[in-house]
C-alpha cells in the first residue's frame, strides 16, 4: 500500500470530523463543555452498569440477592434515592458552568456581526459603535488568546451557528440578535455548519474560522485594509465583465462601483479558503465552475447558472475574483 | 479512521473499474491518491468524472471514458506525460483553452492522470 | 364500607349468582352485538373491530415511515450518494418524523387503548363507540391521503416541527406545508375524540368494585395519557391554525417585521411537542408494568409508586417543552428551570424501571419473546434516559442539539420506550383477537434482529454527531470522517427492518382475527381482559376485588361466563353497559349504546375531504364537504339521547339501575366537560400567544376599540348564557308549551352570534386588520376562535329546536339540552374574557 499521503485541503482539515471536535476544543469555551461531556460520558456508564448488574441479579442472581433487588426498598433505593443524588450534583455543575459561560459580555471584546442567509453567512467586523468596518462572508478571522463575541442574527430563516472546537451552537433568529463567545488559544482554521435545518441545501452551509497569532491578525487585517489591486490584463477585462454581466446586482466588491448585497460580499473572495460557503476549495478552477454552474455544484442555492458565458469570460471573472485578496 | 479516505476509494476501483490501458501504464502514478487530489482541488466542479459523485459540474467536458480518447482538449495527444503537464498547467501546454491551470504538484498531477486513465469506456 | 353513591356495597355479596339463567339470553347478546358482515362489516362500531384495524393502520405507517428510513439510511451510508435528490430527501425526513410522531405512535397507543381498555375494565364497549368509529376513519383516510402527497412531490418539507418563517409562505410558497397542517389536523381530531373516550371509559365504565387502586396500571397510564392530550393537543392545535392563518391571510403571528415572533410557534409547538414524548411513552410504559408482573407471575412491586411515578411524569412534562430550545438565546435563568425539570423528569422514570427489575427478581419470568422484547426495551429506554440526562445539561445541549447526538438519543428513548414495549404487546396481547399466537420461534428472531438492529444503528451515531454532522441534511462531503459510523448505522437500519419483516411474516402466517374462539390467556395474565368474551365483550361483567382478579379468584372465568354477574343478559333489548362511579365504580346508571352505523364513516370522508380540498384549494367542494361531513355527524347523534321503554332495569341479582340518566353525574356531561376543557386551553394558548407578543413587540401595539363597547358585547354574552340557563330550567316546568325552551336555546344562539358581531365590527372600526401586525393577528385569532364556537352554537341550537320539534327532547332534563346549555355559556364565558383581555391589556395598564 502507497505511505499515506495528506489528501486534505486546509478547509477539508478544518472540518475534519476525527478526532471528534466537541472532545477535540482549541479555546476556553468550548473546552469547559469537553470536560463536562467527559463527566457526563462517565456518569452514563456508570449508571447503566448499575442497572445491567440490578437486572443480571433479577434474573440470574441467588435467592438473597434477587430478594435484595425485588422489593419495594430496591425501588426507593435504585430509583429515587440513588438518581435524586446524581442529578442533583450534575445540575449543580452544569448550572454553574451556564453561568459562567453565559457570564455578561465586557463590551470591550472583539465584535464581529454574522448574519444567517439562505444558504451562506454573511460578515462584518464591527468597530466600537458596531458599525461595520469590514465585510466579509462564510470565513472569518480572529486573533488567539481572546474572546471575541459573535452577534448572530438572520435575514430569513432560522440557522444555527455552530464551531464545535470554539464553542456550542446558538440559534439565528430572524428579528432577534444572539450573542455568542468564541476564543481560539491555538492558530487554527476550525470548521462548522449551520446546525439548524434551513430549508433545501442546508447540507451545503458550511463556515470556516480561522485564527491567527495577535501579530499575525493585525498585520493581515491591516493588509487586507490598505491593499491595492493590481489586476493583468486578463482580470481588467473580468472587472469590466464583472459589471456588465450583472454581477454587480448581487455581489459587492468594495473600492468598485460593484454594491449589491444579495450574495456574499466578494471584496476578499480570493483570499478564502472555500467557495460556495466551505464546500469547494478555492482556485481558479473551482472558480470558473461555481460561476459557471454553482447549481451543479449546490443545488437549489440562490445564485443562477451562467452557462452562457463563453469560457474566456469565466476565464476572466475567475482572474479578477482570484486577485481580490 | 484517516486510511478510509483513500481505503473507501481504492475498493471501489477494485470492485468496478477495467484495468489501465498498456499505452497508459503510469508505474510511478497511483490513481487513488489521484482521485484524492481531484476531490481536494476541486476538477469535479467543472467536469463530469466518473467515481466522484459530486459536484458534477457542467461547465467543462465530461470525463467518463477518458482513457479512449485520442485527444487530449481536442488538439494534444493524449498520453500520460502530456496528460499530467496538461492538468497542472493547461494554458500554457494549450494557449486559448478554458482550462485553468491548478494548483496540484508534478506527482500530484501523475497521480491524476493516472485516474483519468482509468476512465474507460464501458 | 363507605359508598360513594348511596350504593350498598354489601349488594356485591349477591356475586357470584346461584340460579341458572334463562335460555336464550347467550342467543340474544350475541344477535345484539352482532357485527354486520359484507361491505356492511365496514359500519361496526365494536371496540374488537375499531381497536384491531386502529392498529392495524398505525402499524402500516410504522412500516411505511420505517421504508423511508431505510431510503434515507442508504443515502447517508456514504457521503454525497445521489438516491435522493435535495428536496425530496428533505420531504422524506420530514415525513418520516410526521408520519412517525403522529401517524403511528399517538394513534397505536391510542388504539391499544380503544382495544384492550373496554376489556380490562370489564366494559362492553367504549362509552361512544361511533365516535372511535369516526376517530379512526378520519384518521385512516385522512393519513393515508397526507402520505400519498409524497407520490406527487407535495409531500411537507419543514421538518416535523415546522418552525417558521421557513414554512411561511415567503419561504415556503407550495401547498406542502399546507399538507402537513391538513395531516396534523385530522390526528387532531383523533387523539382529541380519543382522550375523551378514554377519560370517561376509565373512570364511568370500570366494572363494579374496581376503586381506583384497582385499577390495572395501563388503564392509570392511558388517563394520563388522555389528560395530557387534553393539556397538550390545544397548543398544537392553536399553532397550526395560527401558522395555517399566518399562510393563507397573511397574520403576521410569527413574523418579526410586523410585531410577530419566530419563537411563539416553538413556544406552541414545543409545549405539546415534548409532553408528546411523554404521550407515547407512558401508554407503552402502562403495558410494560402489565406484562412485566404477567410474564414473571407475581404481582408488580411498587403499584402505588408506579402510578405516582406516572402521575409525576405528567405534571413535570408540562415544565421542560423549552429544553428544545435551550440554543435560541433564552435568559439563563429560564434555561436554568428547564434543565432542573429536565432532569426531574428522570425520576419517575428511574422508579418505573427500578419496579420492573424488582417484579423480574421476584417473579420467574420465561425466556419468552414478549419477555424479551420488554427487557431489551429495559436496557435500551434506560440508555435514552441517560442521554437525555446529558442533553438536559445546557452547555452540553449547546454542542450535541440538532446533531446526530440527538438523532441517537431520541430513537432510544423512542424505541426502547415505546417501540419494543408494543412489540412485546403484539407477542402478549395477540392471542386475545387471535385463533393463534404468534411463533415464539419467529419472535425471538425478530426481537434479536431488531434489538442488534437498533444498537447498530444508533450507538454509533452518538458518536457521529459528537464528530459534527448535524441533523437533517441529505447529504454530507467526504473529508468529514462520518463515513464509517454512517455505514454501520445503514447497516444496522437494514438489521430493524428485516426484523420488522419477519414480524410481518409472522403475522401473516399466525394472526387470525376472531372475536370468539381466541387462542386465550397464553401467557397466564391476571386481569380482566383475559376473561373469556365475545362480541359483547364479557357474558357478565364480574365485582372486581383485587388487582389480578384471575389469580385471585379460579373460579371467575367460569361465573362470568356462565352469567353469574352483573348485566348477564340484555336488560332492555339495547347494546348498554354499566355507567359507574369515578372513584369507587359503583354501578350508576345502564347506558343505551349506540349501534352499528355509516354515519361515522361517511363523516370521517367527508372531513377528510373537506381538508384535502381545503389543501388543494378548490374551496366550494371543500366547504360542500364540510357541511356534509357535519350533517353526517348531527345525523348520527339523531338516534342517539333517546331513552328506551323500560326507564329501570334489573341488572342482575335483583338490582335495578336506571336506564336513562341526566345531569353532571351522565357520561354525555362529563365529555361535554372535557371537550370545553380542551377548547379552554385552546384559548389559554391563545391567551399565552397574544402576551408573549406584546412582551416581545410593545413597539407595535396600538390602542383597542373604546371601552364603552364593551357593554353590548358583554351583555350580549350575558343575554345569550342567560337564555340558555333559562330554556333548561323552563324545560323542567310541564306546563310551557314544547316550543318554548327550544325557542329561547334559539335566541340565545341569536345573542351570542350578536356579540360576536359586536365584538368584530367595534375591531374594524379602529382600522386594525389580522394582516397590519402581531396585535392584529392575534385579535382576531381570538375573532377566529370565537366566530367558531358561535357558529357550533348555532348549530346546536338549530339541531336542538330540529329535535324538540320532533318530541324526541324529554322531560324535565334532557342531556342535549344540558350539553347545548353547557356549551352555549362556555362560549359567552370565552367571549367576555377575549373582549376583556384585548381591550384592557395593555390598553388600560
Redesign the interface.
Known amino acids: 500500500?502507497?505511505p499515506?499521503?495528506s489528501?486534505?485541503?486546509a478547509i477539508?482539515d478544518a472540518?475534519?470530523?476525527?478526532p471528534?471536535?466537541?472532545?477535540d476544543p482549541a479555546g476556553p469555551y468550548?473546552g469547559?463543555?469537553t470536560t463536562?461531556?467527559w463527566v457526563?460520558?462517565v456518569?452514563?456508564v456508570v449508571?447503566?452498569g448499575v442497572?445491567?448488574v440490578?437486572?443480571w441479579?433479577?434474573?440470574f442472581?441467588s435467592k438473597r440477592q434477587?430478594?435484595r433487588?425485588?422489593?419495594?426498598k430496591?425501588?426507593w433505593?435504585?430509583?429515587?434515592i440513588?438518581?435524586?443524588i446524581v442529578?442533583t450534583l450534575?445540575?449543580v455543575?452544569?448550572?454553574s458552568?451556564?453561568?459562567s459561560?453565559?457570564a455578561p459580555i465586557r463590551g470591550d471584546e472583539m465584535r464581529v456581526r454574522i448574519t444567517g442567509e439562505?444558504w451562506w453567512w454573511r460578515v462584518a467586523y464591527l468597530d466600537g459603535e458596531g458599525r461595520a468596518t469590514m465585510v466579509d462572508a462564510n470565513e472569518l478571522h480572529i486573533p488567539t488568546g481572546r474572546p471575541v463575541v459573535l452577534e448572530?442574527e438572520s435575514s430569513?430563516?432560522?440557522h444555527?451557528f455552530?464551531v464545535?472546537r470554539l464553542?456550542?451552537?446558538?440559534?439565528m433568529?430572524?428579528?432577534?440578535r444572539?450573542?455568542m463567545r468564541i476564543q481560539a488559544d491555538r492558530p487554527g482554521v476550525f470548521g462548522?455548519?449551520?446546525?439548524?435545518?434551513?430549508?433545501?441545501?442546508?447540507?451545503?452551509m458550511g463556515f470556516v474560522v480561522v485564527a491567527h497569532r495577535p501579530q499575525d491578525f493585525a498585520a493581515m487585517m491591516a493588509a487586507r485594509r490598505t491593499r491595492t489591486v493590481a489586476l493583468s490584463p486578463q482580470a481588467a477585462r473580468g472587472a469590466q465583465l464583472f459589471a456588465d454581466a450583472g454581477c454587480a446586482a448581487c455581489h459587492r466588491i468594495a473600492g468598485t462601483p460593484a454594491n449589491g448585497l444579495a450574495g456574499p460580499d466578494l471584496t476578499h473572495v480570493g483570499s478564502r479558503r472555500s467557495l460556495g460557503a466551505g464546500?469547494?476549495?478555492n482556485?481558479?478552477?473551482?472558480m470558473?465552475?461555481?460561476i459557471?454552474?454553482s447549481q451543479?455544484?449546490?443545488?437549489?442555492n440562490r445564485m443562477p447558472r451562467y452557462?452562457v458565458l463563453p469560457?474566456?469570460d469565466?476565464?476572466a471573472l475567475?482572474a479578477y475574483l482570484e486577485a481580490r485578496k | 479512521m484517516p486510511t478510509a479516505h483513500v481505503l473507501l476509494p481504492l475498493l471501489l476501483l477494485v470492485a468496478c473499474k477495467p484495468p489501465p490501458d498498456e499505452r497508459h501504464h503510469m508505474p510511478q502514478a497511483d490513481a487513488a491518491r489521484g482521485k484524492a487530489a481531484i476531490e481536494r482541488v476541486g476538477c469535479a466542479s467543472c467536469h463530469a468524472i466518473p467515481g466522484v459523485r459530486w459536484p458534477q459540474g457542467t461547465i467543462g467536458p465530461s470525463l467518463d471514458g477518458f482513457a479512449e480518447r485520442a485527444l487530449i482538449a481536442g488538439r494534444l495527444p493524449n498520453r500520460p506525460d502530456v496528460l499530467a503537464a496538461f492538468v497542472r498547467d493547461a494554458p500554457s501546454l494549450a494557449p486559448g483553452t478554458n482550462m485553468p491551470a491548478m494548483p496540484l504538484n508534478e506527482e500530484e498531477s501523475r497521480d491524476v492522470a493516472a485516474y483519468l486513465y482509468t476512465l474507460g469506456d464501458r | 364500607m363507605t359508598s360513594e353513591t348511596g350504593f350498598d356495597p354489601k349488594l356485591y355479596d349477591r356475586f357470584p349468582t346461584r340460579e341458572p339463567r334463562p335460555e336464550g339470553e347467550l342467543e340474544e347478546l350475541e344477535r345484539i352485538w352482532h357485527a354486520p358482515t359484507g361491505w356492511a362489516r365496514l359500519t361496526v362500531v365494536n371496540n374488537n373491530f375499531i381497536g384491531t384495524w386502529y392498529v392495524g393502520a398505525a402499524f402500516l405507517f410504522f412500516i411505511l415511515a420505517g421504508v423511508l428510513a431505510l431510503v434515507m439510511r442508504t443515502q447517508l451510508a456514504l457521503p454525497l450518494q445521489g438516491i435522493l435528490p435535495q428536496e425530496t430527501y428533505n420531504q422524506f425526513f420530514t415525513m418520516h418524523g410526521t408520519v412517525m410522531m403522529f401517524l403511528f405512535a399517538v394513534p397505536a397507543v391510542e388504539a391499544l387503548g380503544v382495544l384492550l381498555l373496554p376489556q380490562m375494565l370489564a366494559a362492553r364497549d367504549l362509552p361512544f363507540p361511533r365516535l372511535s368509529a369516526y376517530a379512526f376513519w378520519a384518521y385512516l383516510v385522512g393519513g393515508l391521503s397526507f402520505f400519498c402527497s409524497l407520490f406527487f412531490g407535495l409531500a411537507p418539507d419543514g421538518g416535523w416541527f415546522m418552525y417558521p418563517p421557513l414554512t411561511s409562505i415567503a419561504y415556503s410558497p407550495g401547498i406542502n406545508a399546507d399538507f402537513w397542517l391538513l395531516g396534523i389536523g385530522f390526528i387532531e381530531i383523533s387523539a382529541i375524540a380519543g382522550a375523551i373516550e378514554i377519560v370517561v371509559g376509565v373512570l364511568r365504565t370500570r366494572a363494579p368494585g374496581m376503586t381506583l387502586d384497582k385499577m390495572p396500571i395501563f388503564a392509570w397510564a392511558m388517563l394520563v395519557f388522555a389528560v395530557m392530550i387534553i393539556i397538550g393537543f390545544p397548543s398544537i392545535i392553536l399553532g397550526t391554525l395560527l401558522l395555517e392563518l399566518e399562510r393563507a391571510l397573511n397574520w403576521p403571528f410569527f413574523d418579526p417585521t410586523r410585531g410577530g415572533d419566530a419563537l411563539l410557534w416553538q413556544h406552541l409547538f414545543w409545549f405539546f411537542g415534548h409532553p408528546e414524548v411523554y404521550i407515547i411513552f407512558l401508554p407503552a410504559a402502562g403495558l410494560v408494568s402489565m406484562m412485566v408482573a404477567a410474564l414473571a407471575r407475581t404481582p408488580l412491586v411498587g403499584y402505588q409508586l408506579i402510578v405516582l411515578a406516572l402521575l409525576a411524569t405528567g405534571f413535570i412534562s408540562f415544565g421542560v417543552w423549552s429544553h428544545h430550545m435551550f440554543v435560541t438565546g433564552m435568559p439563563t435563568l429560564s434555561v436554568s428551570f428547564f434543565s432542573a425539570a429536565s432532569m426531574a423528569v428522570s425520576v419517575p422514570a428511574g422508579i418505573q424501571v427500578f419496579s420492573w427489575i424488582a417484579t423480574v427478581a421476584v417473579g420467574k419470568p420465561r425466556n419468552n419473546t414478549p419477555t424479551l422484547f420488554l427487557l431489551g426495551g429495559l436496557v435500551t429506554f434506560v440508555i435514552g434516559g441517560l442521554t437525555g440526562v446529558m442533553v438536559a445539561l445546557v452547555p452540553f445541549d449547546w454542542q450535541a442539539h440538532d446533531s446526530y447526538f440527538i438523532v441517537a438519543h431520541l430513537h432510544y428513548v423512542l424505541i426502547g420506550g415505546m417501540v419494543f414495549p408494543l412489540f412485546a404487546a403484539f407477542y402478549y396481547w395477540a392471542p386475545m383477537m387471535s385463533r393463534r399466537a404468534l411463533s415464539e420461534r419467529l419472535g425471538k428472531w425478530v426481537f434479536w434482529l431488531m434489538f442488534a438492529g437498533m444498537q447498530v444503528a444508533f450507538l454509533p451515531m452518538h458518536l457521529t454527531g459528537l464528530m459534527g454532522m448535524p441533523r437533517r441534511v441529505y447529504t454530507y462531503l467526504p473529508g468529514r470522517d462520518w463515513e464509517v459510523t454512517n455505514m454501520i448505522s445503514t447497516i444496522g437500519a437494514y438489521m430493524i427492518g428485516l426484523g420488522v419483516l419477519l414480524f410481518v411474516i409472522d403475522l401473516a402466517r399466525n394472526f387470525r382475527f376472531t372475536a370468539g374462539d381466541e387462542a386465550g390467556n397464553v401467557y397466564g395474565g391476571g386481569t380482566l381482559e383475559w376473561l373469556p368474551t365475545g362480541l359483547y365483550s364479557t357474558r357478565s361483567i364480574p365485582v372486581v376485588k383485587s388487582r389480578e382478579p384471575l389469580w385471585d379468584d379460579p373460579k371467575l372465568s367460569d361465573d362470568v361466563e356462565a352469567g353469574r354477574y352483573f348485566l348477564p343478559n340484555s336488560a332492555t333489548g339495547h347494546r348498554e353497559t354499566l355507567i359507574t362511579s369515578p372513584i369507587r365504580a359503583e354501578p350508576e346508571y345502564l347506558q343505551i349504546m349506540p349501534g352499528p352505523s355509516a354515519w361515522p364513516l361517511f363523516a370521517a370522508i367527508f372531513t377528510a375531504g373537506f381538508f384535502l380540498l381545503l389543501t388543494v384549494q378548490a374551496y366550494n367542494p371543500s366547504i360542500a364537504s364540510g357541511v356534509l361531513a357535519v350533517l353526517c355527524v348531527l345525523r348520527w347523534l339523531w338516534e342517539t339521547d333517546r331513552p328506551v321503554a323500560k326507564a329501570h332495569a334489573d341488572v342482575g341479582a335483583g338490582i335495578i339501575l336506571p336506564t336513562y340518566a341526566t345531569g353532571p353525574r351522565t357520561h354525555g356531561w362529563w365529555a361535554m366537560t372535557v371537550l370545553l376543557v380542551v377548547i379552554g386551553m385552546i384559548f389559554v394558548m391563545a391567551v399565552f400567544s397574544y402576551l408573549y407578543l406584546y412582551g416581545v413587540h410593545p413597539s407595535f401595539w396600538t390602542s383597542p376599540p373604546d371601552a364603552p363597547w364593551l357593554l353590548p358585547i358583554i351583555g350580549g354574552h350575558a343575554a345569550a348564557a342567560g337564555f340558555a340557563l333559562l330554556a333548561r330550567r323552563l324545560l323542567a316546568r310541564e306546563r310551557t308549551t314544547l316550543w318554548t325552551p327550544a325557542t329561547l336555546v334559539l335566541i340565545a344562539a341569536g345573542f351570542a352570534l350578536f356579540a360576536f358581531a359586536i365584538d368584530w365590527w367595534s375591531w374594524r372600526a379602529t382600522g386594525l386588520t389580522g394582516a397590519t401586525s402581531g396585535q392584529g393577528a392575534t385579535v382576531h385569532a381570538f375573532l377566529a376562535l370565537q366566530g367558531i364556537l358561535t357558529a357550533i352554537v348555532a348549530l346546536m341550537a338549530l339541531y336542538l329546536a330540529a329535535r324538540n320539534a320532533r318530541g324526541i327532547v324529554t322531560r324535565p332534563r334532557n342531556n342535549s339540552m344540558d350539553l347545548t346549555v353547557m356549551f352555549i355559556a362556555y362560549t359567552a364565558a370565552q367571549g367576555t374574557l377575549a373582549a376583556l383581555l384585548t381591550r384592557l391589556f395593555p390598553g388600560a395598564i
Open positions: 500500500m502507497s499515506p499521503i489528501t486534505r485541503s477539508a472540518l475534519a470530523g476525527w471528534p471536535p466537541v472532545f468550548a469547559s463543555i463536562l461531556a457526563l460520558l456518569m452514563s449508571v447503566l442497572v445491567l440490578a437486572l441479579l433479577a434474573l442472581g434477587r430478594a433487588v425485588g422489593g419495594t430496591a425501588v433505593t435504585g430509583g429515587i440513588f438518581p435524586v442529578l450534575l445540575l455543575y452544569g448550572l458552568l451556564t453561568r459561560l453565559t439562505m448572530l430569513d430563516v432560522i444555527s455552530w464545535p464553542s456550542g451552537k446558538l440559534d433568529i430572524p428579528g432577534r444572539n450573542l462548522g455548519q449551520c446546525a439548524e435545518y434551513c430549508g433545501g441545501p442546508h447540507a451545503l464546500i469547494l476549495p482556485n481558479r478552477g473551482t470558473i465552475g461555481w459557471g454552474d451543479a455544484i449546490k443545488p437549489g452557462t469560457g474566456e469565466l476565464q475567475a
